[in-house]
């Protein structure tokens, strides 16, 4: 690679946590020429973050340390530059866009006080009328609907693409010459991604900018970068052009990660499929394990003094579904198409508004708490943030032990320990993490803890909630795997929510299409994938970024 806008030359990033030294970075060296994209990827705790904060100078004084190395930006050491020089790159000449647009920005004041400020500090001479009308024209430029009415609203009232386009309009505000994003996709829909991502390659063409780009998704490197490199451990074990390292990985580490990729992983062969007797003899058995019928759950909008009703919104509306047993089956679409909200619904952790849910026959809207208890047995939830839904103050042999306690299951407590010893086998963990907490854990093995949490009644049913969306890519195939394999162990049926079109195609049966609260498509999942046929699954699957060199 020829010398460029930004060289990292033997960069060392040492951090002080609890007494101890950690190689966060170790021994790195890249370059980015002008107006070309450098992609950085690799699983999380490898360094990809901290290398781009080392480089904006944004690591806690004290906690970071660089015992060698250059970051040479334009010619000049930024290492060696002291605050005031490092403040005047820092968001003129060198801008960054965070993972969490709703964490960056401030909840208490508007997207265009945010901007203008920027702008102010940089450059003193800036009026606030003439601040206002560059904001406003930083909006348009990254395609805000409505900018000039924007300007004044705060955060909280935007939606999860629009922060992350303000957060891309306080970046370019200044015109850097260097825009470092880290992971600005991740948490967005497969179509705003894919909004986002042709809005920063537009820029980049027309502002001439280059781009250090931090991602976990190869799909998106595909798209944006000219080159890659690697990172595990605080190394930087493979770098070269994008083409090359994608379609000829030299690293047995890069190859991993490229051969966890759902679309090449190798899907194990099922069983035999569940039995009934017919008058032809034995066919394969398609009874529904769940019916639903013209399901609404709508929530009330109220306004006025005394709280009247206006409006509701159709979060479930008029829905009708049939879940086979022992299938997997996919929920798809936008964030706000009702997903979660439908998957709450059927385990009747949100009431509905009206319709029908029956499990095996036995119908389950109408029923109180002390009917539904029995009922919980069959049906289970995988949340997507173990972390969250890990009570922290619990060892997980409580977690595990005390809903068996709940629903009757072991004759005593040590039958029960021998129990949740089993589950944490199932899920491929170990006997002893019964005795630890959840913050000693990876998030994969939270994953895998919150999996057996939803096995211990030994459910028919469960819902996965975007178990995998917060995944590495090699993390991500283990738990996929695990699923398939504990599916053909219980022939358990699953409602797999998420909006990777990748794991759809790898892990499930049949697919269903959410849009605005209905669903317009639905079918088997090579069916879909292949052929689909509502506009709004064509927009969706065209949307997703592929890794085609």
Request: glycine fraction near 8%.
């Given at each position: 690679?020829?010398?460029?806008?930004?060289?990292?030359?033997?960069?060392?990033?040492?951090?002080?946590?609890?007494?101890?030294?950690?190689?966060?970075?170790?021994?790195?060296?890249?370059?980015?020429?002008?107006?070309?994209?450098?992609?950085?990827?690799?699983?999380?705790?490898?360094?990809?973050?901290?290398s781009?904060?080392?480089?904006?100078?944004?690591l806690?004084?004290?906690?970071?340390?660089?015992?060698?190395?250059e970051?040479?930006?334009n010619?000049?050491?930024?290492?060696?530059?002291?605050?005031?020089?490092?403040r005047?790159?820092?968001?003129?000449?060198?801008?960054m866009i965070?993972?969490e647009?709703?964490?960056?920005?401030?909840?208490?004041?508007?997207?265009?006080?945010q901007i203008?400020?920027?702008?102010?500090?940089?450059?003193?001479?800036?009026?606030?009328a003439?601040?206002?009308?560059?904001?406003?024209?930083?909006?348009?430029?990254?395609?805000?609907?409505?900018?000039?009415?924007?300007?004044?609203?705060?955060?909280?009232?935007l939606?999860?693409?629009?922060?992350?386009?303000?957060?891309?309009?306080?970046?370019?505000a200044?015109?850097?010459?260097?825009?470092?994003a880290?992971?600005?996709?991740?948490?967005?829909d497969?179509t705003?991604?894919?909004?986002?991502?042709?809005?920063?390659?537009?820029?980049q063409d027309?502002?001439?900018?280059?781009?250090?780009?931090?991602?976990?998704?190869?799909?998106?490197?595909?798209?944006?970068?000219q080159?890659?490199?690697?990172?595990?451990?605080?190394k930087?074990?493979?770098?070269?052009?994008?083409?090359?390292?994608?379609?000829?990985?030299?690293?047995?580490?890069?190859?991993q990660?490229?051969?966890?990729?759902?679309?090449?992983?190798?899907?194990?062969?099922?069983?035999?499929p569940?039995?009934?007797?017919?008058?032809?003899?034995?066919?394969?058995?398609?009874?529904?394990?769940?019916k639903?019928?013209d399901?609404?759950?709508?929530?009330?909008?109220?306004k006025?003094?005394?709280?009247?009703?206006?409006?509701?919104?159709?979060?479930?509306d008029e829905?009708?579904?049939?879940?086979?047993?022992?299938?997997?089956?996919?929920?798809?679409?936008?964030?706000?198409?009702?997903?979660?909200t439908?998957?709450?619904?059927?385990l009747?952790?949100?009431?509905?508004?009206?319709?029908?849910?029956?499990?095996?026959?036995?119908?389950?809207?109408?029923?109180?708490?002390?009917?539904?208890?029995?009922?919980?047995?069959?049906?289970?939830?995988?949340?997507?943030?173990?972390?969250?839904s890990?009570?922290?103050?619990?060892?997980?042999?409580t977690?595990?032990?005390?809903?068996?306690?709940?629903?009757?299951?072991?004759?005593?407590?040590?039958?029960?320990?021998e129990?949740?010893?089993?589950?944490?086998?199932?899920?491929?963990?170990?006997?002893d993490f019964?005795?630890?907490?959840?913050?000693?854990?990876?998030?994969?093995?939270?994953?895998?803890?919150?999996?057996a949490?939803?096995?211990?009644?030994?459910?028919?049913?469960?819902?996965?909630?975007?178990?995998?969306?917060?995944?590495?890519?090699?993390?991500?195939?283990?738990?996929?795997?695990l699923?398939?394999?504990?599916?053909?162990?219980?022939?358990?049926?699953?409602?797999?929510?998420?909006?990777?079109?990748?794991?759809?195609?790898?892990?499930s049966?049949?697919?269903?299409?959410?849009?605005?609260?209905r669903?317009?498509?639905?079918?088997?999942?090579?069916?879909?994938?292949?052929?689909p046929q509502?506009?709004?699954?064509?927009k969706?699957?065209?949307?997703?970024?592929?890794?085609?060199?």
């Open positions: 690679m020829n010398p460029g806008l930004l060289e990292v030359r033997n960069l060392r990033t040492y951090l002080q946590s609890g007494g101890r030294e950690v190689r966060a970075v170790d021994d790195v060296s890249f370059s980015i020429p002008k107006g070309e994209t450098f992609c950085l990827v690799g699983e999380s705790g490898s360094g990809k973050s901290v781009a904060l080392s480089v904006i100078c944004l806690p004084q004290g906690v970071a340390s660089h015992p060698s190395g970051i040479l930006f010619g000049r050491d930024l290492l060696r530059l002291d605050d005031p020089g490092i005047a790159v820092r968001g003129s000449q060198i801008a965070f993972q647009p709703m964490t960056s920005l401030n909840p208490v004041l508007t997207i265009g006080e203008t400020e920027a702008l102010q500090l940089h450059y003193p001479e800036m009026n606030d003439e601040a206002e009308q560059r904001t406003i024209m930083a909006l348009e430029q990254v395609q805000m609907p409505h900018a000039s009415g924007r300007f004044r609203d705060y955060p909280h009232q939606s999860g693409g629009q922060r992350q386009r303000v957060m891309i309009a306080m970046a370019l200044c015109e850097p010459q260097l825009l470092i880290d992971e600005p996709t991740t948490a967005l497969v705003v991604q894919a909004e986002i991502l042709r809005l920063m390659r537009k820029l027309d502002t001439g900018m280059s781009m250090l780009f931090i991602t976990h998704d190869f799909g998106v490197v595909a798209q944006m970068a080159w890659v490199g690697v990172m595990k451990q605080g930087l074990v493979e770098v070269g052009p994008c083409a090359e390292v994608l379609r000829k990985p030299h690293h047995s580490y890069t190859r990660l490229l051969a966890s990729l759902p679309e090449n992983l190798a899907k194990p062969p099922l069983g035999q569940p039995f009934k007797n017919s008058t032809d003899g034995l066919v394969a058995d398609q009874t529904p394990l769940l639903i019928r399901l609404k759950v709508w929530f009330p909008i109220k006025g003094l005394l709280r009247h009703i206006v409006d509701y919104v159709r979060a479930v829905v009708s579904l049939d879940i086979p047993q022992g299938q997997i089956v996919a929920l798809v679409g936008e964030s706000g198409c009702g997903k979660t439908l998957g709450r619904a059927i009747q952790l949100e009431k509905p508004t009206s319709g029908s849910i029956q499990i095996q026959g036995q119908e389950l809207t109408g029923l109180s708490a002390r009917e539904l208890r029995p009922l919980r047995r069959k049906m289970q939830i995988a949340f997507q943030d173990p972390q969250s890990l009570n922290p103050r619990l060892l997980i042999e977690t595990l032990t005390e809903p068996m306690k709940v629903h009757g299951i072991g004759a005593n407590h040590e039958e029960r320990i129990l949740a010893s089993r589950l944490l086998e199932s899920v491929q963990l170990k006997r019964l005795w630890r907490y959840p913050h000693e854990f990876s998030g994969g093995q939270r994953q895998r803890i919150g999996l949490r939803a096995l211990t009644l030994n459910p028919e049913f469960i819902v996965c909630d975007e178990i995998t969306s917060a995944l590495d890519v090699s993390v991500q195939a283990e738990i996929l795997q699923l398939l394999s504990i599916r053909q162990q219980r022939n358990l049926t699953l409602l797999f929510i998420t909006h990777n079109i990748g794991v759809v195609e790898y892990l049966d049949q697919t269903v299409v959410m849009y605005k609260g669903i317009v498509e639905q079918g088997k999942t090579a069916q879909i994938c292949s052929h509502n506009p709004y699954t064509k969706l699957l065209a949307a997703v970024p592929r890794l085609l060199i």
